[in-house]
């Protein structure tokens, strides 16, 4: 089974920085692609960042400059490194690791940290 687990998540004041890590239970060449989503309370999940194997990165517009996604093969982990955190930016946040192999797109999700930033 396929699983990743993730750390890094807290209570941070408005201005701090926190680094979330994702790790798989395998190497994180064998997805075509991997990142970050995440959930504010009622709302809906979206897109932050993503990595692929060959380090090509995509980030939300709107998280541009602030937010850093990385990866380390060797531990097969990815991280995402936030900067400047503002209020806006409380929710869960998702690891995620996707495989296309063929004409089937398989998803694999974390478990979710809570990321809070007070003000």
């Known amino acids: 089974q396929v699983q990743l687990v993730e750390s890094g998540g807290g209570l941070v004041q408005a201005g701090g920085s926190l680094r979330l890590s994702c790790t798989a239970s395998?190497?994180?060449?064998?997805?075509?692609?991997m990142g970050w989503y995440r959930q504010a309370p009622g709302k809906q999940r979206e897109f932050v960042a993503t990595?692929?194997?060959?380090?090509?990165?995509n980030y939300a517009e709107s998280l541009k400059g602030r937010f850093t996604i990385s990866a380390d093969n060797a531990k097969n982990t990815i991280y995402l490194q936030m900067n400047s955190l503002k209020p806006e930016d409380t929710a869960v946040y998702y690891c995620n690791a996707r495989n296309m192999p063929t004409m089937i797109t398989y998803n694999y999700w974390g478990q979710g940290t809570q990321v809070t930033v007070s003000s």
């Open positions: 990595i692929t194997p060959g380090g090509r990165t």
């Open positions: 395998r190497s994180i060449f064998s997805f075509n692609l």
